[in-house]
């Protein structure tokens, strides 16, 4: 029903970007302290946005040289002897390779040949086999590169010679303060070690899913800063006297190879931009390459990586594309994005961007849902978010520049949701208001018709006040009754009770000299004064009307309990001479407070009767004139209904008659 419109105030744009702003300081907070749900939910991102993005094509100028099944199963299974694999290097060095990596450790001698003929020392200070002179020979005569592995919960005394990029901890710069720590090394030979033109680590980084997206170009050991094996080797390749790290004017620490510049995280490692799946990097079989199998110039020129890719025998990695890589393909991977200067890199200020888009979408959303309202606001905030991705793709693709869409994409959905619960709230407000005004309009209303029905009747003010109490008790009652449990609900009893008292305000219609004749009525005036339930509902239909409300339960209550009060249950009563379950329930119980108060109570025609007398007088009406149940239901209640009469009779009245049985006054029921 709606009798007025709600004047409530609407939502408050101030308390909506406060709200906005505290979540986007939340998100900051996330953004600095990064717990495990968040670290993982950003990785997650980054891998969605590098398996999106075009894929860059590798430069041809990385080569793998794979020990794959085939070279197993024609060369005979690993390890090789030393001077099978002196071969294959020889082989490669001939193919005319520029540099060549070993993804492979040699930290045990080959004592299958003859010692005796062997030049150099092993590890213990012995002389070198056959084999292993075979191959220290071999590594001597071209750009090799061996590979070790640095250990980090454990030092490892053995000898080793690794070559360090030259630069002590102090030469690193000041924004490399995590790089990584050796505390020991795992090398081949140290004869070997010597013979190679360089040397460096084979270490990889994965993250704590076990999927590797970065790797560490360079590591501190002893005091030194020692290189990876691709960053290594790709140096011996271009023949680059030039190699370091410090701390450029663009911001971010990097490192030199010749005159390019590869700017580092500040624990000396790239973010890795892979080329695809296995395979992307050329590869030659290594059996191929020793039976010279292999075109004269496929590897002139060439980097070169050499390594184990055989099932349950070289190392593989996972990566963000879903893909795994051998270890010797993920060296070949880093020297190519070393050729290419082509890593995936967090620009500097990358961090204030994020937060300043943070912010930027916090705002924005308070300031569109205030401005613009839902209709616009949504569709330009999902939009954003689009873009916001979209945006971050073209960067990645672009320029290699990842920065990452998952905070401002997490304030754009908590700004949306907290923009929808002030939203939610302000409306819960504005309805509770709207409620409250109703019901203080219901209020006016029955306060208006029972004001009337005193007006124009004789009745006073207690005889409402009981009749409502009367209908009360008995409604709550009768709510226990599986007959009207359901009807009966606390909302409706109450409706009920308070509809009670305005049952006669159909005698608005009837003339005063009927109205108030103190005598008996003649057959015309009873016929006029039966039509006040039809003048009475057609009061309340009227106001419907008017004020265009349809289905309202308050009026309909108003409209059973105005029409139907007088009807009977065995169909005596007027004015439709309804009989049992036809008579609305708020008709039968009213009819009965009505015969209890006017029986109970002294009018100007007639006194008042004792209470037992009037509980005779409606018991011997049951089921005739009232509800058998509610007769039943209203012996029970009786004496709360004696109580109420007596707390609530009229000025006029000789209580002391009511509590001790006598009649006060005569007159005609």
């Not at 010679?161 to 710069?173: D, N, V």
């Not at 304030?411 to 302000?426: C, D, E, I, P």
């Not at 004496?639 to 006029?652: L, Q």
């Amino acid at each position: 029903m709606v009798l007025g419109a709600a004047t409530g105030r609407g939502p408050s744009p101030l308390r909506l970007f406060a709200a906005c702003l505290a979540l986007g300081c939340v998100v900051a907070l996330l953004h600095f302290l990064r717990p495990p749900i968040v670290a993982r939910a950003d990785l997650a991102v980054y891998d969605r946005l590098l398996a999106a993005v075009p894929l860059r094509a590798p430069s041809g100028r990385v080569v793998l040289v794979e020990i794959d099944e085939r070279s197993l199963g024609e060369a005979g299974r690993w390890p090789w002897p030393r001077d099978r694999v002196a071969d294959l290097l020889d082989r490669v060095r001939a193919l005319g390779a520029a540099a060549v990596g070993l993804d492979i450790l040699f930290a045990e001698a080959d004592t299958g040949g003859d010692a005796a003929g062997g030049s150099g020392q092993g590890a213990s200070g012995s002389a070198l086999s056959a084999r292993d002179a075979a191959l220290a020979a071999a590594l001597g005569r071209g750009a090799f590169v061996t590979g070790y592995g640095f250990t980090f919960d454990r030092p490892i005394d053995r000898p080793c010679h690794l070559r360090s990029i030259g630069l002590g901890r102090a030469g690193t710069g000041g924004g490399l303060t995590q790089v990584p720590r050796a505390s020991g090394v795992l090398c081949s030979l140290v004869p070997l070690g010597a013979a190679a033109a360089s040397s460096g680590f084979m270490n990889a980084s994965p993250d704590a899913d076990g999927i590797l997206r970065r790797m560490p170009l360079i590591i501190e050991f002893g005091g030194e800063i020692y290189p990876s094996l691709a960053l290594a080797t790709v140096r011996a390749g271009l023949a680059a006297a030039r190699l370091g790290v410090s701390d450029p004017a663009a911001g971010w620490p990097a490192l030199w190879l010749g005159d390019q510049q590869i700017p580092l995280d500040a624990d000396g490692s790239v973010l890795v931009r892979f080329r695809g799946p296995a395979g992307s990097i050329p590869r030659l079989s290594a059996v191929d390459v020793l039976r010279q199998r292999v075109s004269a110039g496929a590897l002139t020129g060439r980097i070169v990586f050499v390594g184990v890719s055989a099932l349950g025998l070289g190392d593989s990695v996972a990566t963000p594309l879903g893909t795994f890589l051998p270890g010797a393909e993920v060296q070949a991977t880093i020297a190519d994005n070393l050729l290419l200067a082509d890593f995936v890199r967090r620009p500097p200020g990358v961090t204030v961007a994020e937060l300043g888009l943070v912010l930027c979408v916090v705002v924005g959303v308070a300031l569109g849902v205030a401005g613009l309202g839902w209709r616009w606001s949504l569709p330009l905030a999902l939009g954003g978010g689009l873009l916001l991705w979209l945006g971050a793709g073209w960067l990645l693709a672009r320029e290699g520049w990842y920065v990452s869409p998952l905070f401002p994409t997490v304030a754009l959905v908590g700004a949306l949701g907290v923009a929808a619960v002030h939203r939610l709230v302000a409306e819960r407000a504005r309805a509770d208001q709207s409620t409250r005004q109703l019901k203080t309009a219901r209020e006016m209303v029955l306060h208006a018709l029972t004001s009337l029905t005193e007006t124009r009747d004789f009745e006073t003010g207690a005889h409402l006040v009981r009749t409502s109490r009367y209908a009360r008790v008995l409604g709550e009652a009768l709510s226990a009754h599986p007959k009207f449990r359901d009807f009966l609900t606390a909302e409706t009893v109450d409706l009920i009770a308070r509809l009670a008292p305005i049952h006669d305000i159909g005698k608005v219609g009837v003339a005063d000299r009927t109205l108030r004749k103190p005598g008996p009525l003649s057959d015309d005036e009873r016929a006029e004064m039966s039509r006040h339930p039809i003048y009475g509902r057609d009061v309340i239909v009227r106001t419907e009307e008017r004020v265009g409300v349809r289905d309202d339960f308050l009026l309909k209550l108003a409209k059973e309990i105005v029409y139907s009060h007088h009807e009977r249950w065995d169909g005596s009563g007027y004015p439709e001479g309804l009989r049992g379950e036809a008579i609305p329930v708020a008709g039968r119980m009213v009819a009965l407070v009505d015969v209890y108060d006017a029986l109970a109570s002294a009018r100007v025609y007639k006194g008042a009767l004792p209470h037992d007398e009037v509980v005779r007088a409606i018991v011997s009406s049951r089921g005739t004139h009232f509800d058998p149940d509610m007769v039943d239901t209203f012996l029970h209640i009786q004496e709360d209904w004696r109580r109420i009469a007596i707390d609530f009779a009229d000025e006029h009245e000789e209580r002391e008659g009511l509590v001790a049985g006598r009649r006060p006054g005569t007159g005609e029921v």
